[in-house]
């Protein structure tokens, strides 16, 4: 049962609390629109008792669902036995020695070291500077551009905004600096050209990044940075033939590979990383999210063999590896991580998701045909359809009908919350669902689109 909340909890958030992504003003007249109390499962339940499945894990985290006891215990083992302490000077915690050791034995292959940091954003920052401190190493410090996708994400601190490829994250903070370049992003339902192939758009995308390495030149370019699946983006699955592609334009010149998994980690994909669904190469990885579950701020840079060897060189020739955060390792977050990457093994992650993932683009698939549905997509446990005023033309909506609040309005009455981005709602459910939760979750979703039909023709 819940607890009753005091009715001043929802005016103190009003008056107090800066919401991220949020309009603030309408915040501070209208307060939250629900405040979130319990969990359990792969279900939230609001203050009034009402549940809903999380069909979007949250922000994509919540792998292990909500309200889980074992993890409780595990942390307060961990504050119990020491709290804090830190990892710098070559200090230590076995809670951290032993998560980075596990993390180490399920990362793609050859890739063994790890730098814990709190956040995706941390370790998506941290990768940055690793690139430039190895190109610096290897005595070539003109390598400073990256190249990232438009509608990527990587997180909003300084300079993760610039490897964000959303204008909105840029405008009015003077972002981004220079250095950093977008290319389109592999989205093949809204950017091919008419008849083009899947292979074919893939080309032309991989032909765009080689063409601006040679504008600019090879001799200035670090790095190319890119989410397997794009998330916040859209939740879009790359077209045939990308990855390959890009790999190969990289290969040819040098360019360092940052592959982030913030999302795509943990069997998202289907597979124990993106990285491996799509076969890419990467010579930094980073991860958070599913890391711990969500349960606590924990994220980790997976370090490949070429970058470490330049760290080593640094660290020689400047004394130390000079980076590091008070709480990179913090002991407490790095007990919970192991716990979830124990609980993932116990559960066979990868089989459990791959055994889930035909029920789940079947339930995609069951809406293709829906009258508001104009694209589906998806991979693994992560998926997500195109509302469109037209199947045709593909044309939306006229915004004066404002049908994704509509619809976002709609799910929450059926018990359901989703990602909406743009005209797409995306599902990226807890990776513990089930089968019958799975078509429990479309069921939802189907009668909130059917009711968004019925109103739009009222
Ligand atoms: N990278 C990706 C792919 C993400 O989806 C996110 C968060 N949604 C981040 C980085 C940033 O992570 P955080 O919000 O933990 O800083």
Redesign the pocket.
Known sequence: MNKPLPNSIAAMDAAHQIHPHTNLRRHLETGPNELLVRGQGIQVFDETGKGYIEGAAA??CSSLGFGNERLAEVAKQAITDLGYYHNFRGSGTPQAAQLCSKLADIAPEGMDKVLLQS??????DTALKLVWYYWDAMGEPKRRKIISRHEG?????TL?SCLTGKTKFHEGYGLPFSDFHYVTMPYYYRKAEPGESEQQFSTRLAEEIEALILREGPETIAAFWA?PVL??GGAITPPEGYFEKVQAVLDKYGVLFVV?E??CGFARTGEMWGSQTYNLKPDLI?C??ALSAAVI?I?AVIVGPRVFEGMMQQSDRRGSFTHGYTYSGHPVACAVAHEVLTIYEEMDLVTHVKSLEPTFLAGFKALEDHPLVGNIDGIGLIGALEIVADKDTRAMHDPALQIMPMLDRLTREHGLITRLIGNRIALAPPQIITQPEVEEMFARLKNALDNAVNNINA
């Open positions: 922000l994509w956040s995706g954003t941390e370790a998506n994400y990587h997180g909003t601190g993760t989410e998330g916040s982030d913030v999302i980073c958070a999210k701020p994220s």
